[in-house]
């Protein structure tokens, strides 16, 4: 299996702009997890999906971000408007239940609102 | 909910010798705890974890230890190399919810 997989791996976008990064699970996997990386929040939960039904989007910072997942096979975050704040790394994850617990990481989405 | 404090934020070794990393939860029914190990430019990959029922366990050069009366665990890492250096994280869930601690940058000196 390839792996968790995200893209794109870099975005670079102006404040106002609609970004919006992409995310495909493992095969098999049921759960997927959303996450953003700062220096200064560490590691956050945004959301998460269970047999692609949202459960908890607690962590969503605030309206402007949004997160679908279609299908078992792909999951979508946007941002709209963007702003410098958001800048960060993007992080989608995915498990499934029975494999005790174990979040298998994609390798990020750099973001960079200017 | 859960919290999870991790020390320290930063630590140097020598190489082999060893590094340990601490962290704290506060939810009592957490029952898992898993370690990270994050490189440069890549997403965090699990190296060992632990559940609420065993109090330790070992894989090679790195184990980990849960003491859940005091509501902390430790990893520990021995015979450090230079490909130990990494970011390392703690986690806690008592589902399928991971609150991670702060992270632990480790740097191994040739």
């Known amino acids: 299996d390839a792996g968790v997989i995200q893209s794109p791996r870099h975005e670079v976008t102006e404040m106002g702009q609609e970004v919006t990064l992409r995310c495909k699970p493992i095969s098999g996997h049921d759960y997927l997890f959303w996450y953003r990386q700062t220096m200064m929040r560490g590691l956050e939960l945004l959301i998460y999906?269970?047999?692609?039904?949202?459960?908890?989007d607690s962590g969503m910072p605030e309206d402007r971000f949004s997160a679908k997942m279609p299908n078992a096979s792909f999951s979508t975050l946007k941002i709209q408007p963007s702003e410098p704040r958001d800048s960060a790394v993007y992080f989608c994850?995915?498990?499934?239940?029975?494999?005790?617990?174990?979040?298998?990481f994609g390798p990020g989405t750099r973001l960079t609102v200017l | 909910g859960e919290n999870v404090e991790q020390h320290p934020s930063t630590l140097s070794v020598q190489e082999g010798d060893s590094a340990v990393i601490k962290c704290t939860y506060s939810?009592?029914?957490?029952?898992?705890f898993p370690w990270y190990k994050q490189e440069l430019g890549k997403g965090p990959q699990l190296i060992i974890d632990?559940?609420?029922?065993?109090g330790e366990k070992k894989d090679q050069r790195i184990a980990v230890t849960l003491n859940k009366t005091a509501k902390h665990f430790s990893l520990h890492i021995t015979e450090t190399q230079p490909e130990d250096s990494a970011v390392y994280f703690c986690a806690a869930s008592k589902g399928e919810k991971l609150t991670f601690g702060t992270g632990t940058r480790l740097t191994i000196i040739p």
């Open positions: 994850a995915s498990s499934f239940w029975g494999g005790a617990n174990e979040q298998f």
């Open positions: 632990i559940r609420s029922n065993v």
């Open positions: 999906f269970n047999n692609n039904v949202p459960i908890d």
């Open positions: 939810d009592s029914a957490s029952n898992y």
